[in-house]
């Protein structure tokens, strides 16, 4: 089956009780049994739902996995994954990577026991020189957030495998529609169904998905012990959302196209990150694995001050200065004090991520208009 008809049909099947097409939203948070121990699949919300059912066999379909499992968030996802650690535990994680993620794991998980070593993951010995017999996870994200540096998902799970390490890849960037981590070796990918999955910003939602039963009972068994989990009607929301993704995702890549070559040639802009250009150093990675190249873009000015990129920010109009992305609308972001504001000044500069970045999700409007307003706020 082609995705775009997965797509349309993954976990869909009609309510048997009244034929209704969409997946019921079941409101409810317990369910009647016949006799102790005997009932229909469905003992207490936090552990099953059929709504929530329904959504993870669609995660599974559409990401060619076996499994998948929702949950409340992102980084709920994230954190359940974190969570298959013990203390002493090391992972191995991109340099350039989501602010949250990096809040997470420095803040959060660091003070368990669990050590992170953050690498250029676009350069594959620098992955193999930090593996060591502590080494249980390496943490991918491709393409980054927000500098869109590309990572050969199949010869970093080579390498994992090689060390007996798990590979978890962020595909939120990509969406199934562009990569399918899993077919390349990864064990586990990670989705914030937050962006492209419920594309409509007004979902908050994460996803993993993976083949390995034992992974699938051991990240089950964390997501109902620990209970982030989503509610019925976000489940709800996020089946829709998926069934325009194939149509959603060709408009992005094809804005993401025009607006990528229009920032290059403008005589105000210093630089524009996007893997789709040929003379990126990973797009001979980018075209091997996946489909197209998105429609997040990251551009910095000639005049490199704060408060001119501040200028720009607050001068578009169709380009809304908000978090987060993916959505059909599009966004303009400041990651330096918004989503990577987490990270220390240093570690950003180090990593590449100016206080000047500027930071696209390219939605799905007319792409002229898009330009104008580009045109309009950069002057």
């Not at 068994?221 to 929301?237: H, M, N, R, T």
Request: a negative charge; glycine letters at 8%.
């Amino acid at each position: 089956m082609k995705l775009a008809t997965k797509l349309i049909h993954a976990g869909a099947e009609p309510d048997p009780s009244t034929g209704a097409i969409m997946t019921p939203i079941y409101q409810t948070s317990t369910y009647v049994q016949a006799a102790p121990a005997q009932h229909k699949g469905y003992e207490y919300a936090r552990s099953q739902n059929p709504t929530r059912k329904a959504l993870e066999d669609a995660y599974a379909i559409i990401e060619n996995a076996a499994y998948g499992l929702a949950f409340s968030s992102g980084v709920a996802a994230t954190d359940a994954v974190m969570k298959l650690l013990n203390p002493g535990d090391e992972v191995i994680a991109a340099s350039d990577m989501y602010g949250g993620s990096y809040r997470l794991f420095s803040k959060v998980w660091q003070r368990y026991g669990i050590k992170f070593n953050y690498v250029d993951t676009t350069n594959t010995d620098n992955i193999q020189a930090a593996i060591n017999e502590h080494t249980k996870l390496i943490w991918v994200e491709t393409p980054t957030n927000p500098l869109m540096n590309i990572t050969d998902i199949e010869a970093v799970a080579t390498i994992a495998k090689a060390a007996g390490a798990l590979l978890c890849v962020d595909n939120t960037f990509a969406s199934p529609y562009l990569q399918n981590p899993l077919n390349l070796g990864a064990d586990i990918v990670m989705h914030s169904a937050t962006k492209y999955l419920g594309g409509h910003s007004d979902v908050i939602q994460g996803a993993l998905m993976m083949n390995d039963e034992n992974l699938r009972e051991q990240l089950y068994f964390i997501q109902k012990s620990c209970g982030a989990v989503p509610g019925p009607q976000d489940c709800f929301l996020v089946l829709r959302g998926i069934k325009t993704l194939g149509v959603r995702m060709k408009a992005h890549c094809e804005n993401g196209i025009a607006i990528a070559h229009w920032l290059r040639n403008h005589p105000k802009v210093a630089k524009v990150y996007w893997p789709g250009f040929e003379d990126n150093k990973g797009y001979a990675i980018a075209k091997k694995q996946m489909n197209g190249f998105g429609g997040m873009i990251s551009f910095e000015l000639k005049n490199e001050s704060i408060e001119e990129a501040k200028r720009v920010l607050s001068s578009t109009h169709l380009f809304s200065l908000a978090e987060s992305l993916g959505g059909v609308e599009s966004l303009i972001n400041h990651p330096a004090t918004m989503t990577h504001a987490s990270i220390p000044r240093e570690e950003r500069i180090k990593n590449g991520l100016s206080d000047s970045l500027i930071r696209l999700s390219v939605g799905i409007e007319d792409a002229d208009d898009l330009i104008e307003d580009l045109k309009k706020a950069i002057g």
